[in-house]
């Protein structure tokens, strides 16, 4: 007689359907936030690093390309000069030089044949490539312009363009054919070294820190010798 008072739930089933779907609708949340943020991550770290591996990989490449120009083309005469004073006569360009620890910053200095415009494009012809490393808010510039041969060109202004930002630390060593230097000016060599052995440090927005290297062997000195002076 009061079997139609039996088809509903009573209040304790009710609730414990309540905490089961709040269990349920939690564990996939936490599931969903761990596996978002464990996403954001490592998109992160993919982004930082192709950002990284790109500038790391434009610089080899224009080391690679250096240019040696006059260099290669010295008379006895000139090599003589060049022994005596150890630099070359003031009217040489300069097409090679770099200092990681230069006060302004400017890390790289070198005339190449390997040009890069807007848009990872490349260019033919003679370019004059300065990097600059802004230890304060951490970025990388490069800038370029054409090389016609001459000192004015060479030192001619243009505008300088960020490649990278969050750089920790960039330094580069220069091999002589004997041993790695700190730093290489034309001036004082009379020529471009060997390989440039570049080692660079970045940093996420959450502090992680990436470090990517390699050794650019310059190609007018002869990669393969290089290589087996070097070790590597």
Known sequence: MNSKYNKGFTLVEILVAMAMVVTIVSIMY???SATSKSTQACMTRMAVSQRLQKALEQMARQIRCSYTGAALTLSDSSSIVLQQKGKLP???VVYFRGDTHD????ILHLVTTRGFLRGEKTANGLFVADYKLDKKTGSLCLRQRRFTGSIESAEQEGDWLVIAENIKR?????????????????KDNGKVP???KINL???DENYRQYQYGTVAYICSRGSESSKKKTGT
Do not use: C, I, M, P
């Not at 006060?103 to 400017?106: K, Y």
């Not at 330094?171 to 054919?177: K, M, P, S, V, Y």
């Open 30 to 32: 936490g599931t969903y």
């Open 90 to 92: 003031e009217n040489k």
């Open 103 to 106: 006060s302004r910053g400017e």
């Open 170 to 186: 960039l330094e580069l060593a220069f091999f002589d054919g004997e041993k790695w230097r700190q730093k290489w000016d034309y």
């Open 194 to 196: 060997y390989a440039v």
């Open 201 to 203: 440090v970045g940093e």
